[in-house]
């Protein structure tokens, strides 16, 4: 009898303790399966922004420090410490870490411009692959293999790496990670593709399909989502796409999510509104399409937001305001989660 009784109190503990555990984003999206987080800078080292990353995110991703410039300064030095640091903070907390980004035309170190010739333009990549990935592995969930190798009109971007190597890059790229790293998914990311009918969109597709079809190693794509309240908003579109690639097998990360205010509008209610309307609309298709595995915002503060900087005369994009506040938007997000 005693022991039936000790074995009630047990489990009547144990029920109390679950029960207490405070809900939030990242708890709730867990148990739907979402992956759902923000890119980071040093705001990961401090101790108020660790609470905030934890309150909302089961992923991270870096911002800037994995990017070429920032990892690898000169050809022989790897900046692995803030890198090193973010993970163990992540998986003392039980939050997964994609990678941001190998490979991209933006952000590569000096000594990248002296690549002159295909042959160590291919050297220089399985380098770089096999360094990053032996040095990370089981601890990196997602890679965002090569980052916006795509014109608006559908073209290949005329990056260092498509004018030396040519298209293959890319299925060289994803080839040699999965050697490197079997249990990695691989992904593609880019912006402004995630409307079908879209030319960038289409023709991202019908190449990530060809890859697929001759069975280039790659799990997902990335669509950004940068997105604007003064620009049209097309969940449908969004929606199709997603779907299209559902129907050959390659799996989704809303990658980037920010959604910028014109600066004349920051205080319109029906502006603000619009903004909440897009962050919750693109979360219910992400909880909705079962192969968007991912929700992740482009920094979770409009103080530090890289919006301004690029796009004159707009900001406002993030969930949390300048004096850092939760918007009404983080709850709906919240809400959105129940
Ligand atoms: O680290 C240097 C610092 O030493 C220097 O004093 C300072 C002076 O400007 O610059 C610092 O580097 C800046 C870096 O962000 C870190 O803050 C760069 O100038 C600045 O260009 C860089 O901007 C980043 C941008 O990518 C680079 O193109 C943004 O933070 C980052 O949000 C943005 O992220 C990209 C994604 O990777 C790809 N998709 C689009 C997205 C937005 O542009």
Not at 147 to 154: I, K, T
Not at 279 to 303: C, H, Q
Request: a negative charge; proline letters at 3%; one cysteine or more.
């Amino acid at each position: 009898m005693k022991k039936i009784l000790l074995a009630l109190s047990v489990l009547v503990l144990a029920f109390a303790l679950t029960s207490c555990e405070k809900e939030t984003i990242a708890s709730r999206a867990s148990k739907k399966g979402l992956d759902i987080g923000t890119a980071f800078g040093s705001d990961i080292f401090n101790p108020e922004d660790q609470e905030r990353i934890k309150e909302f995110s089961n992923i991270l991703v870096a911002e800037n420090f994995m990017k070429c410039a920032n990892l690898r300064p000169n050809a022989k030095f790897w900046n692995w410490s803030d890198i090193d640091h973010a993970i163990e903070f992540a998986q003392a907390n039980n939050i997964q870490m994609k990678f941001h980004t190998m490979f991209w035309h933006q952000q590569n170190s000096s000594f990248v411009s002296n690549i002159s010739t295909k042959e160590d333009a291919l050297a220089f990549m399985d380098d770089h692959i096999k360094t990053i990935m032996e040095h990370l592995k089981g601890k990196i969930k997602v890679y965002d293999v090569v980052n916006e190798m795509f014109e608006e009109d559908g073209s290949f971007r005329q990056s260092k790496w498509y004018n030396l190597i040519g298209e293959e890059y890319l299925a060289h790229a994803l080839t040699v990670a999965r050697s490197c790293d079997p249990d990695a998914k691989l992904y593609l990311n880019e912006y402004n593709n995630e409307c079908v009918g879209y030319p960038k969109a289409d023709a991202m597709f019908n190449f990530v399909k060809k890859l697929k079809e001759s069975g280039v190693p790659i799990d997902g794509i990335g669509m950004q989502l940068h997105l604007s309240t003064d620009l049209p908003f097309n969940p449908d579109a969004i929606r199709a796409n997603c779907r299209r690639y559902a129907d050959i097998g390659i799996e989704i990360s809303f990658s980037e999510v920010d959604v910028r205010l014109p600066a004349s509008k920051f205080n319109d209610e029906a502006e603000v509104k619009k903004q909440e309307e897009i962050y919750t609309t693109l979360l219910d298709i992400a909880l909705t399409e079962p192969n968007v595995k991912s929700f992740i915002v482009w920094g979770m503060y409009d103080r530090t937001n890289w919006v301004p900087a690029t796009f004159g005369g707009y900001g406002n994009a993030c969930i949390y305001d300048m004096e850092y506040n939760k918007k009404p938007v983080y709850n709906a997000l919240f809400e959105k989660l129940k």
